[in-house]
Nanobody, 126 residues
Framework: QVQLVESGGGLVQAGGSLRLACAAS????????MGWFRQAPGKEREFVAV????????YYADSVKGRFSISRDNAKNTVYLQMNSLKPEDTAVYYC???????????????????WGQGTQVTVSS
């Protein structure tokens, strides 16, 4: 069983920054592919960013590319999402997720993830 706990959400003005963190339980965190997803009211959950278990590969949704950065600290069992130049359309509940399958290519599909956090609210005001 893996537990994921997100933190760092909040209210920020457009153009501002936030850093989300996701702390994971489990002794093999370094083998998890970690992803961030978000869900806005009335919309489906969508992919934001993913980092491979090695940290060597990262992928981003086109809507956040160049503004968001995903990273991980395996010594702290934590994955981060640095969000800069935030826009009102970034408003959503942000979820981190863990894929334990050791797949060779980090996945952007929500259905491939085994564990999910409870989510943290990010609100960007205009």
């Amino acid at each position: 069983q893996v537990q994921l706990v997100e933190s760092g959400g909040g209210l920020v003005q457009a153009g501002g920054s936030l850093r989300l963190a996701c702390a994971a339980s489990g002794r093999t965190f370094s083998s998890y592919t970690m992803g961030w997803f978000r869900q806005a009211p009335g919309k489906e959950r969508e992919f934001v960013a993913v980092i491979s278990w090695s940290g060597g590969s990262t992928y981003y949704a086109d809507s956040v590319k160049g503004r968001f950065s995903i990273s991980r600290d395996n010594a702290k069992n934590t994955v981060y999402l640095q969000m800069n130049s935030l826009k009102p359309e970034d408003t959503a509940v942000y979820y981190c997720a863990a894929d334990l399958s050791l797949r060779s290519i980090a996945t952007m599909r929500a259905r491939d993830y085994d564990y999910w956090g409870q989510g943290t609210q990010v609100t960007v005001s205009s």
